[in-house]
Every structure is written in structure tokens, then in C-alpha cells.
């Protein structure tokens, strides 16, 4: 069972490239969330799906678009990275008000 | 909105003494709470939730905590702390409004577990 995964595991671009983080789960779960962590303060929501050709945005969406065409994949897009996208990005599963479970991260670096 | 306060970035302990992690929120409504864990350079791992049962929750590797709605408090405590129990601690409030179950979290406090 291997949860929620995350591809890449680390990934250094250039200002002005993009890139697409996946993300998968093997829960079924509806629900799926990307997070970015930076220093101080804590986890912050950028987008969420509520299910399978949803999304919504969180706290922090400028300069990301998802997408969620499959129930069991949540994609994570910087159409033209930034350096102050360079974060730890978690992406996270669950059911309604049930416990999310979180992948093991990815960590970008914006040069 | 929900919110939560983690009142210290930094808690220090000696190794077999009480663990105590304070965590305030703000919420128009009853909320539903978590700790998680994160090791370093690890994911979350979850320690408890509160979702309106018992006001006192047990959770994972001896850690507990108790619902306070009078004094807005979710405060994590542990008896006897471990060096495995070295790591940050987040506390976090859930939003339910508009679809979705939306986690909040607060700015952690990083647990330190001397000899």
C-alpha cells in the first residue's frame, strides 16, 4: 500500500521555466490538496479538488494551476517558476472530515 | 476563518520529563482539531484529531491532548518525553466551509529532546 506519492522528490529550476509536480494516491479518497511549507510558517494551502474534474483555490493559488483528471492523480503546475516558489511542496489525500494523509514532499528550488 | 496560534516556536526538554506544546484557535464554530508531526525531512505524520467526541484525545506514542472550548486551547502533552520524540509539531484547525475539508495550520513548534 503505498499511499500517497509524490514525483519528483527534488527538482531545481531556472526563473521562468515550468514544471509539473505529480502527485498519486491509492486510497480512493475524493479529496485531494497541494501545500506549500516555507520557514515559519507552517503548511499553506494553494489548491484542492473535492473530486475527480474539481479543483478549487487555497490560501496562496497565484502562479500555480492544477489539474485532476484522474481521481487517483492530483497535478501541480508552475506555468513560469519564480524564486519565491521555491518551497517544499506537500500533497495530501483524504475523505470529508476524516485524517488527510500526507506524501513525503517535494523540495524545488528557483534559481 | 479558522485559526490557530502555536504560542512557542521552540520547546526544549530533558529526556523523561513532561512534554507540554500550546496550541490557541479561533473558530466561528465548533472546529475540528489535529497535531501532526513532521521529522525532519519527512512528511506529516498524524498524532490525534478532535472532532467533537471526548474533550480529552489520545493519540499516537504516548501524546494526548485536551479540548478547551472555554479557554480556546488544544494544548499537546506528553508524560515523559523521548529523544525519538525530537521533531516539529503542528497544530491545525479544519474549515468544512465551501466544499472540501480545509486544513489550517499553525507556524509549528520545534520539540528538542536532550540527555
Known amino acids: 500500500n503505498a499511499g500517497v506519492t509524490q514525483t519528483p522528490k527534488f527538482r531545481v529550476l531556472k526563473t521562468g521555466q515550468s514544471m509539473t509536480l505529480l502527485c498519486a494516491q491509492d486510497?480512493?479518497?475524493?479529496?485531494m490538496y497541494w501545500y506549500r511549507q516555507d520557514p515559519g510558517m507552517g503548511l499553506r494551502l494553494i489548491h484542492y479538488s473535492v473530486g475527480e474534474g474539481t479543483t478549487a483555490k487555497g490560501e496562496v493559488p497565484d502562479g500555480y494551476n492544477v489539474s485532476r483528471l484522474k481521481k487517483q492523480n492530483f497535478l501541480l503546475g508552475l506555468e513560469s517558476a519564480a524564486p519565491s516558489q521555491t518551497s517544499v511542496y506537500f500533497c495530501?489525500?483524504?475523505?470529508?472530515?476524516?485524517?488527510?494523509?500526507f506524501g513525503p514532499g517535494t523540495r524545488l528550488l528557483v534559481l | 476563518a479558522q485559526s490557530v496560534t502555536q504560542l512557542d516556536s521552540h520547546v526544549s526538554v530533558s529526556e523523561g520529563t513532561p512534554v507540554l506544546l500550546r496550541c490557541n484557535y479561533s473558530?466561528?464554530?465548533?472546529?475540528?482539531l489535529f497535531w501532526y508531526v513532521q521529522h525532519p525531512n519527512k512528511g506529516l505524520q498524524l498524532l490525534l484529531k478532535?472532532?467533537?467526541?471526548?474533550?480529552l484525545v489520545k493519540g499516537i506514542n504516548g501524546f494526548e491532548a485536551e479540548f478547551k472550548k472555554s479557554e480556546t486551547s488544544f494544548h499537546l502533552t506528553k508524560p515523559s518525553a523521548h529523544m525519538s520524540d525530537a521533531a516539529e509539531y503542528f497544530c491545525v484547525v479544519s474549515d468544512l466551509t465551501g466544499g472540501g475539508n480545509k486544513l489550517t495550520f499553525g507556524t509549528g513548534t520545534q520539540l528538542k529532546v536532550e540527555l
Open positions: 473558530s466561528s464554530y465548533s472546529p475540528s
Open positions: 486510497m480512493n479518497h475524493e479529496y
Open positions: 495530501a489525500s483524504g475523505s470529508g472530515v476524516e485524517t488527510q494523509y
Open positions: 478532535y472532532t467533537s467526541a471526548a474533550t
